[in-house]
């Protein structure tokens, strides 16, 4: 059974920075894809970003492009979201995801397999 825990979450001031994590177990995970979701009060859950397991090819919602980088650690089955020049409209909770890689890294959360629990991002201005 595929499980994914995030972690590192947190309370920053905007410009600040931020490093979440997500461990996966259950399978490896070669062939698959590893993407970054997030969901605000009251709005749908979008696409962050996405990182293809084997290879590490990535791919960013424009509203993130240029601050956040996803980036994974095949030893340790970690994927990572490394958030710099936060926004408060960056606030929200964050999941991680996974499923079968078949060529997209722009990933809808209709698609994906399993989530994770999620974790808090808050942005203070």
């Known amino acids: 059974q595929v499980q994914l825990v995030e972690s590192g979450g947190g309370l920053v001031q905007a410009g600040g920075s931020l490093k979440l994590f997500c461990v996966l177990s259950?399978?490896?995970?070669?062939?698959?894809?590893m993407g970054w979701f997030r969901q605000a009060p009251g709005k749908e859950r979008e696409f962050v970003g996405a990182i293809r397991w084997s290879g590490g090819m990535t791919y960013y919602a424009d509203s993130v492009k240029g601050r956040f980088t996803i980036s994974r650690d095949n030893a340790k089955n970690t994927v990572y979201l490394q958030m710099n020049s936060l926004k408060p409209e960056d606030t929200a909770v964050y999941y991680c995801?996974?499923?079968?890689?078949?060529?997209?890294?722009?990933?809808?959360?209709?698609?994906?397999?399993?989530w994770g629990q999620g974790t808090q991002v808050t942005v203070s201005s």
């Open positions: 995801a996974t499923t079968r890689d078949v060529g997209n890294l722009r990933l809808r959360p209709s698609t994906m397999n399993s």
């Open positions: 259950g399978r490896t995970f070669s062939g698959y894809v």
